[in-house]
């Protein structure tokens, strides 16, 4: 489905985080070979792995978890009642459960450890393989800290690198490039700071209300906070993606973007803990070079971002739209013909403030939805007239639906319909 736009578009991590790692399994330390290759790696830039003779000793995490107040969370992979060996013992009715659920973000969303990019699991932990197969961390994360301000995040991070154990970076676990999981890892789990504060905002450039948000906020709690102060904000089209993470840090496309720009070019400072320990504020006149990087650069690649201040738009009205069309087999021509028409109508629409988000398979052409804000029912018609007084003289048969809301809010939840992550593995 092409609901989601947000894919958490990501450069490659920078190596200040996450260094080179090499892949490495749970059971390497029982190698013959392992003591000389440990001992090469303590030598080499490798991260520090569990197994290795440099991987911290228990009374050192209960340590750690001291100075964060008891908030380092040992991982226990979400399917583990579906296997017999390790973890919580076997549970039919709780593996039953999850695997009703598993594709749905919700199930994903309040785990300090899972992800919604199965990929990127290689099969660790699978709730749909026979209870038989053992269950083991694999590719998850060994340890989550559960942060609530920018010390935990300096903490985690100077113990991180005292061991040089890889350091991972996660909000929901929506990360469509894996970037949100990790082997051997120690992860800082921002998804329960969800602050949001209205402000006046006043820089050279610029002067409004601005909203700042913590590194736990999704977009749903983003439109819904800005809608009951009568504004707008840019956000994406999924509702549990992070705003603060790698969806504004990597660019951020939504259904507001052609209107206002993409969610990076909202973003009127940074918040953000360095490699190094500190904690810094970037704007486009403080720290600058960071500000820059961090609006496109990539989710964590130059530091770990406790919070984001966005400009805010007046709230408007906003008119939506959806069509659908089918190939019968007996009317391909047509078909792609209709579907050429609306692609050689994009360009208007976009110039009228319009994002239009298109799925097309050889048996169907969508769009769902179109959104365009502050413009009305019957503009948004004649927009696509076009496409219909195509549909209609080469006799295919087609669905559209238009409506005015009075409000983005409104737009969002009737044209955003719950939708499954299995259906929405892109980016790969």
Same mark, same amino acid.
């Given at each position: 489905?092409?609901?989601?736009?947000?894919?958490?578009?990501?450069?490659?991590?920078?190596?200040?985080?996450?260094?080179?790692?090499?892949?490495?399994?749970?059971?390497?330390?029982?190698?013959?070979?392992?003591?000389?290759?440990?001992?090469?790696?303590?030598?080499?830039?490798?991260?520090?792995?569990?197994?290795?003779?440099?991987?911290?000793?228990?009374?050192?995490?209960?340590?750690?978890?001291?100075?964060?107040?008891?908030?380092?969370?040992?991982?226990?992979?979400? !399917?583990?009642?579906?296997?017999?060996?390790?973890?919580?013992?076997?549970? *039919?009715?709780?593996?039953?459960?999850?695997?009703?659920?598993?594709?749905?973000?919700?199930?994903?969303?309040?785990?300090?450890?899972?992800?919604?990019?199965?990929?990127?699991?290689?099969?660790?932990?699978?709730?749909?393989?026979?209870?038989?197969?053992?269950?083991?961390?694999?590719? +998850?994360?060994?340890?989550?800290?559960?942060?609530?301000? !920018?010390?935990?995040?300096?903490?985690?991070?100077?113990?991180?690198?005292?061991?040089?154990?890889?350091?991972?970076?996660?909000?929901?676990?929506?990360? +469509?490039?894996?970037?949100?999981?990790? *082997?051997?890892?120690?992860?800082?789990?921002?998804?329960?700071?969800?602050?949001?504060?209205?402000?006046?905002?006043?820089?050279?450039?610029?002067?409004?209300?601005?909203?700042?948000?913590?590194?736990?906020?999704?977009?749903?709690? !983003?439109?819904?906070?800005?809608?009951?102060?009568?504004?707008?904000?840019?956000?994406?089209?999924?509702? /549990?993606?992070?705003?603060?993470?790698?969806?504004?840090?990597?660019?951020?496309?939504?259904?507001?973007?052609?209107?206002?720009?993409?969610?990076?070019?909202?973003?009127?400072?940074?918040?953000?803990? /360095?490699?190094?320990?500190?904690?810094? /504020?970037?704007?486009?006149?403080?720290?600058?070079?960071?500000?820059?990087?961090?609006?496109?650069?990539?989710?964590?690649?130059?530091?770990?971002?406790?919070?984001?201040?966005?400009?805010?738009?007046?709230?408007?009205?906003?008119?939506?739209?959806?069509?659908?069309?089918?190939?019968t087999g007996y009317n391909a021509d047509e078909f792609y013909d209709a579907v050429g028409t609306l692609i050689e109508s994009l360009p208007s629409m976009v110039d009228a403030g319009a994002v239009v988000i298109w799925l097309i398979t050889p048996q169907a052409f969508l769009v769902e939805p179109a959104t365009a804000p502050g413009v009305s029912k019957a503009d948004l018609d004649n927009l696509f007239q076009p496409l219909i007084d195509n549909l209609q003289e080469n006799a295919v048969p087609y669905t559209y639906m238009?409506?005015? +809301?009075?409000?983005?809010?409104?737009?969002?939840?009737?044209?955003?319909?719950?939708?499954?992550?299995?259906?929405?593995?892109?980016?790969?």
């Amino acid at each position: 489905m092409a609901r989601c736009l947000v894919l958490l578009l990501a450069l490659l991590a920078s190596f200040i985080f996450f260094g080179p790692v090499r892949t490495l399994t749970l059971d390497y330390a029982s190698s013959p070979q392992a003591p000389p290759r440990q001992a090469e790696r303590a030598k080499s830039s490798c991260r520090c792995f569990p197994g290795d003779a440099c991987w911290p000793e228990q009374n050192s995490w209960d340590a750690f978890n001291r100075t964060l107040g008891g908030k380092l969370i040992a991982t226990v992979p979400i !399917a583990a009642p579906c296997h017999n060996e390790a973890f919580p013992p076997y549970d *039919a009715a709780r593996c039953d459960t999850l695997r009703n659920t598993y594709f749905f973000p919700e199930t994903h969303l309040e785990n300090p450890s899972s992800v919604m990019a199965p990929f990127f699991t290689n099969n660790t932990c699978n709730p749909f393989l026979p209870a038989s197969v053992p269950c083991t961390l694999g590719y +998850y994360v060994s340890y989550a800290v559960r942060a609530s301000d !920018a010390s935990d995040y300096q903490k985690t991070i100077a113990f991180t690198n005292k061991h040089n154990i890889r350091l991972v970076i996660r909000n929901t676990g929506h990360d +469509y490039n894996g970037k949100s999981t990790g *082997a051997g890892a120690v992860s800082i789990w921002t998804h329960n700071m969800k602050s949001i504060e209205l402000k006046d905002y006043r820089s050279l450039s610029f002067t409004g209300k601005a909203m700042k948000m913590s590194a736990g906020v999704e977009v749903k709690e !983003a439109y819904e906070f800005a809608d009951s102060r009568g504004v707008m904000v840019i956000g994406g089209n999924c509702p /549990t993606v992070g705003i603060v993470g790698g969806y504004s840090q990597g660019g951020g496309h939504g259904p507001l973007v052609s209107k206002f720009g993409l969610a990076a070019d909202q973003v009127l400072e940074w918040e953000v803990v /360095t490699a190094a320990g500190r904690l810094l /504020t970037a704007t486009p006149d403080q720290n600058q070079d960071l500000y820059w990087a961090l609006c496109g650069g990539g989710g964590g690649t130059y530091g770990a971002v406790v919070s984001l201040t966005a400009k805010t738009y007046p709230a408007t009205t906003v008119s939506s739209a959806t069509i659908s069309f089918t190939n019968t087999g007996y009317n391909a021509d047509e078909f792609y013909d209709a579907v050429g028409t609306l692609i050689e109508s994009l360009p208007s629409m976009v110039d009228a403030g319009a994002v239009v988000i298109w799925l097309i398979t050889p048996q169907a052409f969508l769009v769902e939805p179109a959104t365009a804000p502050g413009v009305s029912k019957a503009d948004l018609d004649n927009l696509f007239q076009p496409l219909i007084d195509n549909l209609q003289e080469n006799a295919v048969p087609y669905t559209y639906m238009s409506q005015e +809301y009075p409000t983005y809010l409104q737009s969002y939840n009737a044209m955003n319909a719950p939708w499954n992550v299995s259906q929405n593995q892109l980016g790969q």
